[in-house]
């Protein structure tokens, strides 16, 4: 009878684990406990039927481990995508007017974004940008705006 009472307890434990787990990930709201939580919800049903307790600990490191690996990108992905973009990745896509001719081989060039000038370098190393051309920006590297020119709408 002392191992069922035992048995109870570790149910009882793996319980409070879980509502722990799943307790902090509702505060946070972080995506980094919610993983644990579905472990110890697995080894708070194997405690139920008296599985062994070191079974259920391998099985709750399994579990999260699992789960951690293979749903967290789906996961992120699923939270994130509507996450607006700030600094630098909102100038991605934007329009720049050349200041300053854009030629790599000579290591020169600069355009305006938003009011300020930038240091420019073509995406593309034999393209060359004459002044007060659009061009877009692909992306940034450092202080330097990597940029092609403008698509034309169809």
């Known amino acids: 009878m002392a191992g069922k ?4 307890m570790a149910a009882v434990y793996w319980l409070i684990v879980f509502v722990v787990l799943l307790g902090t990930e509702a505060v946070t709201m ?9 472990g110890a919800l697995v080894a708070f049903v194997l405690a139920l039927f008296g599985v062994n307790t070191q079974v259920q600990l ?15 990108p789906f996961a992120l992905k699923y939270v994130n995508r ?15 007017r050349v200041t300053v001719e854009i030629n790599n081989a000579e290591s020169k060039g600069a355009a305006i974004l938003n009011g300020q000038e930038w240091t420019a370098r073509a ?9 007060d051309a ?15 020119m403008e698509q034309e709408e169809l």
């Open 5 to 8: 009472g035992n048995d109870k």
């Open 30 to 38: 972080a995506l980094t406990t919610v993983w644990f939580a579905g």
């Open 58 to 72: 391998a099985v709750f490191v399994i579990v999260s481990f699992v789960l951690l690996f293979f749903t967290r």
């Open 82 to 96: 509507n996450t607006v973009k700030t600094n630098w990745e909102s100038l991605i896509g934007k329009k720049a």
């Open 123 to 131: 995406l593309e190393d034999d393209k060359v940008y004459p002044v």
């Open 134 to 148: 659009m061009v877009e920006v692909k992306e940034i590297r450092g202080v330097k705006l990597i940029v092609s």
